[in-house]
Structures are given as C-alpha cells and as structure tokens.
C-alpha cells in the first residue's frame, strides 16, 4: 500500500496496513536537501525536490507546499520582509490593513501572475503529482480567515475589530475566505488531493468568538475544496483546548493538534468518527528526545486518540531534529 492509498483510506474508513505517517516538514525539508529556506519558500522546484527527498528518507506519505503563512498576503501587497535562511515575515508595524479603509480598494488575489508566490505554490502542486503523486499524496495549502485576516490587518487591530467593528470583521473574512477558495482550487486543478488550511490565529480567540466570526468561513471554505474534489487538514497552531469541539464541525476531514491540547479531551470532544493528527511536542520530544521518548509519547497519543488517527507532532518538525528521531515516526507507524 502506498503512502497516498494510506492516508485516503483511513479518511475513507478503509483498512491500511500502517498508521498514516504526515509530519509537517518545511525548514527540516530544505536543511535534508541543502538548501537556504529562502530558497526553499521561492522557488517551487527546490521546494518539490526537498519534499520528495525528505518523504523518501524517512518514508513520509504526503508531500506538502506548505512553506510560510505570506504567501496569499504578498499577492495582496503586503509588506513581505525575507531573510537568508529563515521564514519571511509580515511586516505587522506596516500592516496592509492598519487603515482599514484601505480594504475597499483591496483587489483579489491575481493568482497567476508571473513571478507571483501564489503561482510558485500552484506550480510546486503540478510538479509534486506529476513526479510523485501516485504514491504520495499531494497536499496544497490555504490559509484560513482568521489567519489571513491577521496576516493582513495584523494581529492586534483584528482582535480589537471583533467587539469594535464586528461588521468589518465579517467583511474581511468573506472576502479573504473566497480568494481562499480560488486558491485552493488552482493547487487541485494542479494535482494537489489535499488541502491544509492553515489558521493558527484562531487560536487566539475564545469560544464565543470562534464559532460567531471564524467557524463560519471556515466551514464555507472546507465545504468549497470537498466541492472541488479533495480533502481538508485543518491546522490550528496553538492551545484549542476550549474549541475542539467546534473545529468538529468545520468539516474537516483530519484535524491537527497542538501539543498543548489534551488529546483524550479532544477525542471525547470531537467524537470518534473525526480523524485527528498528532500530537507530540515538537521541540521537548520531536527534537530534543530520543528515539525511545518519541515512540513512549506517540503510543500515548494513539491510546488517547484511538485507531481514527494520524502520525504527525504538534507542529512543524523543527530544524535540527536528529535524523534518528524522525525514523522513529515510521517506526511507530510499522507498529500499529
């Protein structure tokens, strides 16, 4: 059984021969490669290369464009600021939207322009299926409205927009949501049979607050990509102890989980038919620990997680993880 057969079986509810292995690799993929990260998060052919060097090394099932959250907000104009080798930052003291009646003049997403970061994601889909993707599976990226909208707002003006200017909130998260859905289409049109929805930022607000504003469109995008024919990972960075229950009913079809959740809360929460992913701590066990640690803490996740779950940490794989200890995932996963 392939890597790809695997992961869509378990979301089909079908037998597999092994636990479904998904670590999210992106500094820890251009390092196996050789590449600076700037390199990596720029050009799709090093990005592709990367990816499928480091799921043949330490026989991952997926391969992933997922690279840094500013992709979307460049092609919107925001400031982008990049470095040798680390992940490019938004500039949040010149965000876009400070002055958010800048939003009425905010144009969608010109995809496909040449030269373009959106477009560079879009070919490194073509490029992963075309050489790949029958045995992985292929995974694009989105990223969700919250995360967007704080992306080009910045962080704490959003926050604020949630009591001051709900109006605007709702405004911005539609209008980033259907940019979001474009985009995601384009990267499955490519090849890519998987979509990761990237929305750390909506782990900054309470219940209350995500399931008024963030659910919603989350709930509208995830329902656009399985239009379109794929599947969904919905990743939220962070502690999602109070909203797990909510991100249920996003619609995704596997979950990711922080390291901070209570996995045996969450599955009580979720109910047993969500397929969630997780959930070892990536730096004190995925990087720090040893081998044996990591198979302690990950055959702790699948008791508290039960057979409807997927290998992965709670976050990205960091830079500097010895490779000994991202074998240790598969060797796990031969063993369930």
């Not at 965000?95 to 560079?120: I, V």
């Not at 909208?149 to 709900?166: A, Y």
């Not at 990205?316 to 598969?330: I, K, Q, S, W």
Request: charged share 25%.
């Amino acid at each position: 059984m392939t890597g790809r057969e695997r992961i869509l079986n378990l979301l089909a509810g079908e037998p597999v021969n092994q636990i479904p292995n998904m670590p999210i690799t992106m500094m820890f993929a251009a390092d196996t490669l050789g590449v600076s990260y700037r390199e990596y998060v720029t050009d799709c052919r090093k990005l592709v290369e990367a990816q499928i060097v480091t799921g043949e090394t330490y026989h991952i099932d997926h391969v992933s464009c997922i690279s840094d959250p500013a992709r979307e907000a460049s092609g919107y104009g925001a400031n982008i600021i990049y470095f040798d080798d680390q992940p490019p930052a938004i500039d949040e003291t010149n965000a876009l939207l400070a002055d958010k009646s800048a939003f009425r003049q905010l144009k969608p997403l010109d995809l496909f322009c040449e030269g373009s970061r959106t477009l560079d994601r879009i070919k490194a889909a073509e490029l992963l299926a075309e050489r790949v993707g029958q045995t992985r599976l292929v995974e694009g990226w989105v990223e969700g409205p919250c995360a967007e909208s704080s992306d080009i707002r910045g962080i704490n003006h959003l926050m604020t927009d949630f009591l001051d200017d709900p109006g605007f909130v709702t405004e911005l998260f539609d209008f980033v949501t259907e940019n979001a859905i474009r985009f995601a289409k384009a990267q499955i049109d490519a090849g890519a049979e998987l979509i990761g929805v990237g929305d750390a930022a909506a782990s900054l607000v309470g219940p209350k607050l995500y399931e008024q504003f963030v659910l919603p469109f989350e709930q509208k995008l995830i329902a656009a990509i399985h239009g379109f024919g794929a599947k969904v990972r919905l990743h939220i960075c962070g502690n999602t102890n109070r909203i797990t229950a909510m991100m249920a009913k996003s619609g995704a079809d596997f979950i990711d989980l922080d390291s901070m959740v209570d996995m045996a809360k969450a599955r009580e929460a979720m109910g047993p038919s969500q397929v969630i992913a997780g959930n070892i701590d990536p730096v004190k066990v995925m990087k720090n620990g040893t081998p044996e640690l990591i198979v302690e803490k990950l055959a702790e996740c699948r008791a508290a997680a039960g057979a409807n779950s997927i290998i992965t940490a709670g976050c990205e794989v960091p830079r500097g993880t010895p490779p000994e200890n991202m074998h240790a995932l598969v060797v796990f996963a031969r063993s369930g």
